[in-house]
């Protein structure tokens, strides 16, 4: 879980039994909402302040928008800070969570005149059965898939490149070959296969439609729930 999203107590510390019975009854009193969007620019610490005041909240996570995007966003803006396109905050009573996410869903967020959010408007929803703990195991196990599809990529990128090179070496034999017979008046010899750049062979390939990546984060998650 990318702490720069994370607004909540980051102190871990050892559990008697009585602590553990404790906790597990706590979190099963828990409720959890889902925010589909975040105003730009809001951070964890202002959603968890916006929240407190409709009940006692546990923590907060956002999800910080597609590295792509942000790079190209801080290239041509002069906004440096993070921004974050979707969230969960957890409240300390479910009966609160689902009360909070049908009074403030499609309504506006408010605050004082002229204040940046206060035309913004809150888009979330309450979900039923759904503890933190499932949130945190589906982001790890989706960073474990985005790293062995980074590593599979860089692999058939070598693979690529290496049987480019073979093919220059070829090339430069069959050159070597072909001057020799253009002195003794044969004719040249001619490759099997035109020469192809790694970059080349993957734009004659198929393009498949993809989504975005800022709509397949977390997708399975999302599936799960609705």
Do not use: C
Not at 9 to 32: D, S
Not at 35 to 51: D, T
Not at 110 to 131: A, H, I, N, S
């Amino acid at each position: 879980m990318d702490l720069e999203g994370y607004a909540g107590p980051k102190v871990v510390q050892p559990l008697t039994p009585e602590a553990l019975a404790k906790f597990n009854a706590a979190q099963a009193r828990t409720g959890v909402i889902y925010i589909s969007r975040i105003p730009p620019g809001m951070r964890p610490a202002k959603v968890r302040h916006l929240m407190s005041a409709h009940g006692e909240v546990g923590r907060v996570y956002l999800q910080q928008e597609d590295p792509k995007r942000a790079f190209l966003r801080r290239k041509h803006t002069s906004t440096k800070k993070p921004h974050f396109t979707e969230g969960w905050v957890e409240f300390k009573d479910k009966k609160v969570a689902r009360s909070v996410a049908e009074m403030l869903n499609a309504q506006p967020i408010g605050g004082k005149k002229g204040t940046r959010w206060r035309d913004d408007v809150w888009t979330m929803k309450y979900l039923p059965k759904f503890k933190w703990n499932m949130l945190t195991e589906q982001i790890a196990h989706e960073a474990a898939i985005h790293t062995a599809k980074l590593r599979v990529e860089l692999a058939q990128s070598k693979s690529e490149q290496r049987d480019y090179l073979k093919n220059v070496e070829l090339a430069r034999v069959l050159d070597k070959r072909n001057a020799k017979r253009k002195e003794k008046g044969l004719g040249p010899l001619e490759p099997s296969k035109p020469l192809k750049r790694p970059s080349e062979s993957k734009e004659e390939e198929p393009r498949k439609r993809k989504k975005p990546a800022e709509d397949t984060q977390l997708d399975s998650v999302l599936g799960s729930i609705f």
